[in-house]
């Protein structure tokens, strides 16, 4: 997905697979994972007391039907017969049947005929094993000839039995992986909105501008989501609008006063050599530096333009050795720039001061000018401790230091580097303190007619 969202009349692009690293989420962290799991246990549950359930209940009536099939039987046998020899009574086949008399076998079935005349080995027994079959046996008396035994295999009950334990325990293997897979699947798919909207807000850059989310088709719970998150990211981009118009108001306000204050410090340090004056003098061109960094944050990136001039690198060395004094110019500065020279100046000003602060009055700052055809680069060295390591790239944020300054300097100085299509990195050097690299393109690349102009 790719294009641009609006908000507030401004528009913020979307790039293709960008952030989408970071919109994903390892497989225990995802919402989709553990719905689909909460469904599959739940499905679990359900198949496991169902099942059961419905195959106690199988089980029972297939038990009632054999129960009333050997009843049945027993009681056929019983009317049927008529002689002291059971082989004159028609028996179905399938089943055994023995004539019981004075705790002796008188009759037997022919798969019986073992147990012929002798004592009855099955006394008081339902459950019995003949021939290794699982036999179930019911009595009835026969008048004048004693006891009826009956029995049936019961090896089609234990069959079912176990057919259905099988059925069961594959069934509790099987359904939750399905259940797992499919709601997975279809958790995919539900969730895709959010999943699209999660990567389009990771992309939204917060400094130029905060972009509502494009909604679903479809009104659900994602669309209301979504919908709540949007009038909130309009009332933030409501907020930092008031916010950057008063930023911008309150320095308009003191700009007047500190060019005043700048210009009268300027012509009485050059009156007289109180270093009480000259110190002022400094701390007033700090000052009027911070406005203009404060009015660099209030403006933002989206609402300033260059004004491209192709100037000496001498000239820019000789407003930097003005603004902050002290400083030792290394490297070819023989050289031509196509720049902004007021942006310029105010990005690798602020790289010089911040240097100088962290060196100390004793300390030492050097900026080395390289030139190619294709890049030119500034090397800003100074001999103070280094950068902090816990605050890494978080240095070129706004408002954060490691220095005791306003934290504003170097994040204008990246913003306006990266106006120029450039870059500005920084580390710490091991036998040194801090090392900061601003990159703009070299001349060669910008004599297209089209690239240069008044802003």
Not at 61 to 83: I, P, S
């Amino acid at each position: 997905m790719s294009g641009v969202v609006q908000v507030a009349g401004r528009g913020v692009p979307i790039t293709p697979g960008a952030g989408l690293h970071t919109a994903r989420v390892a497989w225990r962290h995802s919402l989709r994972f553990r719905l689909a799991l909460v469904y599959t246990l739940v499905a679990l549950a359900l198949i496991s007391v169902i099942g059961l359930g419905v195959i106690t209940l199988l089980l029972r009536q297939m038990d009632a039907q054999f129960d009333a099939r050997l009843n049945e039987r027993a009681d056929t046998l019983a009317e049927a017969y008529v002689g002291p020899r059971l082989g004159k009574v028609s028996v179905p086949a399938g089943g055994y049947t023995m004539l019981i008399k004075d705790d002796r076998v008188t009759v037997a079935s022919l798969s019986l005929l073992d147990y012929d005349k002798s004592p009855f080995p099955f006394e008081g027994q339902r459950e019995v094993n003949i021939q290794n079959t699982p036999v179930r046996a019911v009595t009835r008396k026969v008048e004048g000839f004693g006891t009826l035994w009956v029995g049936l295999p019961t090896d089609a009950l234990v069959d079912a039995r176990a057919s259905a334990s099988r059925a069961l325990a594959l069934a509790l293997l099987v359904t939750p992986v399905l259940m797992l897979l499919i709601g997975l699947w279809v958790g995919r798919r539900a969730l895709n909105g959010l999943g699209r909207a999660a990567a389009l807000a990771d992309q939204i850059d917060p400094t130029h501008s905060v972009a509502t989310l494009p909604l679903p088709a479809r009104e659900d719970e994602v669309h209301r989501l979504l919908t709540a998150i949007n009038r909130l990211l309009v009332r933030i981009d409501a907020g930092q609008a008031r916010e950057k118009q008063l930023l911008g108001q309150i320095v308009h306000e003191l700009g007047a006063p500190l060019t005043v204050l700048r210009a009268s410090l300027a012509r009485a340090s050059e009156r007289t050599a109180d270093p009480e004056v000259q110190r002022a003098a400094l701390v007033a061109d700090e000052l009027t530096f911070t406005t203009q960094d404060l009015m660099q944050l209030a403006r933002g990136q989206l609402e300033l333009k260059l004004a491209w001039h192709f100037i000496p690198s001498r000239t820019l060395q000789g407003r930097l050795d003005r603004l902050v004094p002290g400083t030792v110019f290394d490297g070819d500065w023989t050289g031509s720039l196509l720049c902004d020279p007021d942006r310029l100046t105010q990005a690798i000003r602020n790289l010089l001061a911040n240097g100088r602060r962290a060196a100390g009055p004793d300390g030492r700052v050097v900026i080395t000018l390289t030139e190619t055809p294709e890049v030119i680069t500034f090397r800003v060295c100074d001999t103070g401790p280094g950068l902090p390591a816990e605050l890494g790239d978080r240095i070129f944020e706004p408002f954060v230091s490691g220095s005791g300054s306003s934290g504003l300097g170097l994040s204008v100085s990246r913003q306006i580097a990266v106006m120029h299509g450039g870059t500005l990195t920084a580390s710490t050097q091991p036998t040194s303190g801090a090392e900061f690299v601003l990159t703009i393109p070299g001349a060669a690349l910008g004599d297209d007619e089209d690239e240069v102009g008044e802003g």
